[in-house]
């Protein structure tokens, strides 16, 4: 059991850790690019890292602190469900300056209430839920904040040390035997409202790829017209490759025979050893299908991921459950890319795979639909109103995801179009008769 002081220390370090990162991704550029928008899919830098501040001070200052509000003014601007992202840059916002002033007073006064409210009782603070929430809340724009530095033009303004070469596995498959796990979470304390509670799900066998599709595997796909190919597309899919005018992920480049890619503000040659990042879930299922294979579903993958044959738990991490290392996992934009893939042995599920944790984000062939017993918490806009809608899942977290925003049984979703987050996959298939055991 944590003791209060232990877990007050834990929350300020998460809450240094984000506001760290924040700081990082919006000083390494001036304050005009700050207010510029560099796409229409994203908020403008100045945007989010006021919406952060605006976030923490509702939950923390404002409900949890019972304190006075300190930019009321200002809510209607940094609320995500009153203006699309397209539409942001014209309001009216805070100036960098303004922004910065802002978002350092509102923490002040969360670290202060911090040190005096209770971390039990009601459910909201009960072993720091509302810090988490806002923790993880910073940390996922940290993450769209890293996306948007991608999409940016110019000279590269971040740095990191690349990770180390890799070794595959010696299997590029594992069965997952057919019967029931324990999916989703009811004990994990920073859990959110989708990921409650857990309960009991059959899976059939499957095999699952030990690694996730590689440049290499994806440029195979490529060079075998795969993209000019109704064949391996939904409807759904070829609509949108047409309308798109797709012919690689996203930041490709034809260069002579080959293609080079920008990666913020780098170009450089693909590495075919690296997991495929920037594709849709609509190329990620192309490619499956031209495989000869197919998309996990989101039960499947958390099955791979957590479950243990040996004691027939399901683990927090695929390692374990102990919070990730940097030898378990790809995460925090400790490096800018995904690690080649068959990196971290020490991060391997029971069943044997590898990088479900880190380095892309995988698309799953799932919905976003509530867990049987699903309840609201806080409050719905988190996730209940976009269950049922045209959303495929996203999980195990990127590069750019930090340990705090991402674990076992995480769900992430998006439109199955979207290409600047960092997405790839890793490929599925289902048991033969003359496999069966
Ligand atoms: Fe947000």
């Not at 012919?247 to 050893?273: L, N, Q, S, Y």
């Amino acid at each position: 059991m944590t003791s209060t002081e232990d877990l007050r220390g834990k929350v300020a370090d998460a809450l240094r850790r984000s506001r760290e990162r924040s700081t990082t991704l919006t000083e390494s550029v001036d304050d005009d690019e700050l207010v510029r928008q560099h796409s229409k899919l994203m908020s403008p830098l100045v945007w989010d890292l006021a919406h952060i501040g605006n976030q923490e001070e509702l939950w923390l200052v404002r409900d949890v602190g019972g304190r006075e509000p300190v930019r009321e003014d200002i809510d209607h601007l940094y609320d995500a469900f009153q203006h699309a992202r397209a539409d942001r840059p014209a309001l009216p916002l805070l100036s960098p300056a303004e922004t910065r002033g802002y978002v350092r007073e509102v923490r002040e006064k969360v670290l202060d209430v911090l040190e005096r409210v209770p971390l039990e009782g009601a459910r909201l603070v009960d072993q720091g839920f509302a810090f988490g929430m806002i923790v993880q809340h910073e940390q996922q724009h940290d993450e769209t904040m890293l996306a948007t530095h991608q999409l940016r033009v110019g000279a590269p303004v971040l740095h990191a040390p690349d990770p180390a070469p890799a070794t595959r596995p010696a299997r590029r498959e594992v069965l997952v035997p057919a019967g029931e796990f324990t999916m989703g979470t009811s004990t994990e304390p920073w859990a959110l409202d989708n990921e409650r509670p857990a309960f009991r799900r059959q899976v059939d066998a499957f095999f699952i790829d030990t690694v996730p599709v590689s440049n290499g595997d994806y440029l195979a796909f490529i060079d075998a017209g795969g993209y000019d190919d109704e064949r391996w597309w939904s409807a759904e899919g070829w609509t949108f490759r047409k309308q798109a005018n797709l012919v690689a992920p996203r930041f490709w480049k034809r260069d002579g025979d080959g293609w080079v890619r920008t990666r913020f503000g780098v170009v450089e040659r693909i590495p075919v050893d690296e997991p495929v990042v920037h594709v849709s879930f609509h190329e990620a299922a192309a490619y499956a299908k031209w495989a000869g294979r197919r998309l996990p579903t989101e039960a499947e993958w958390e099955k791979a991921a957590r479950f243990d044959p040996a004691t027939g738990r399901s683990r927090r991490y695929p390692w374990g459950d102990e919070d990730p290392g940097p030898e378990h996992a790809n995460l925090g934009q400790r490096h800018l890319r995904p690690a080649p893939v068959g990196s971290y042995p020490a991060g391997e599920s029971a069943l044997g795979v590898r990088q479900l944790i880190g380095d892309v984000w995988e698309w799953c062939d799932s919905g976003f639909e509530a867990y049987p017993g699903f309840a609201a918490f806080p409050y719905r806009e988190y996730s209940e109103v976009f269950f049922g809608g045209d959303y495929k899942m996203l999980r195990g977290g990127s590069f750019g995801t930090d340990k705090a925003a991402v674990r076992g049984t995480f769900r992430n979703w998006d439109h199955p179009i979207r290409r600047q987050i960092f997405a790839g996959f890793r490929c599925a298939r289902d048991v033969l008769p003359d496999e069966a055991r």
